[in-house]
C-alpha cells in the first residue's frame, strides 16, 4: 500500500475508535458513573475551580437541566461537553453549551470536531434552532475552531458576580 494512503488508513482508524457516551440521561439521572468519574480529569481543564464533591456537584447541575456527553476513544475521555435545552424568547428553542472542552494532551486532533458535530445533531433532532455557548474571551484558541466551524458572536454575554 502506497504511504500516502496509509497516512489515511491511520486517521480513519483513529476516528473509528472515537464515539459518543452520554453520561447522563433525559431526566438528568447519571447513566454511566464510570465514565462521570474519568471525565473529571478533563472537565478540570476548562474548570478547576469545580468543588472536590465532583459527582454530587455533577448531579446537583444534571438535576437542574444540565446534560453530559463525552467522546471516548478506547478507554479514554478525550472530549467533554455539559449541555441543556433553554426556551427563551429571542430564539425560542435552543441547544446550550454550558462546557465543551478536549483533553489538552490530545487538542486539534478532532474530538472537537465529533463533539460539535453530534451537538448540532442532537440540537435538530431535539428542535432547537440554535446551538449556541459562550467562551471565556483569553480563550483565543477555542474561539479560532469555533469559528472554523461555523459558529459568530452574536452578542455579548454580560454578567456581574453576587457572591
Not at 465532583?54 to 467533554?80: H, I, K, P, Q, W
Request: contains cysteine; glycine residues 6%.
Amino acid at each position: 500500500m502506497p504511504a500516502s494512503l496509509r497516512g489515511i488508513e491511520n486517521v480513519m482508524e483513529a476516528e473509528m475508535q472515537r464515539r459518543i457516551v452520554s453520561v447522563s440521561d433525559d431526566s438528568g439521572r447519571v447513566i454511566e458513573p464510570e465514565w462521570l468519574v474519568q471525565a473529571e480529569r478533563v472537565h478540570r481543564q476548562l474548570r478547576p475551580q469545580l468543588p472536590a464533591g465532583y459527582r454530587s456537584r455533577m448531579a446537583e447541575v444534571f438535576a437542574n437541566g444540565a446534560r453530559m456527553a463525552l467522546v471516548v476513544d478506547g478507554d479514554a475521555v478525550v472530549c467533554v461537553a455539559v449541555w441543556r435545552i433553554i426556551e427563551n424568547t429571542s430564539e425560542g428553542r435552543r441547544l446550550y453549551v454550558d462546557d465543551l472542552v478536549s483533553d489538552e494532551a490530545c487538542r486539534s486532533l478532532g474530538a472537537g470536531k465529533v463533539m460539535l458535530d453530534w451537538l448540532e445533531g442532537k440540537s435538530i433532532a431535539l428542535a432547537a434552532s440554535v446551538l449556541a455557548l459562550d467562551s471565556g474571551v483569553q480563550r483565543q484558541r477555542a474561539h479560532r475552531f469555533y469559528f472554523r466551524e461555523g459558529l459568530h458572536i452574536s452578542s455579548f454575554c454580560l454578567k456581574k458576580v453576587l457572591k
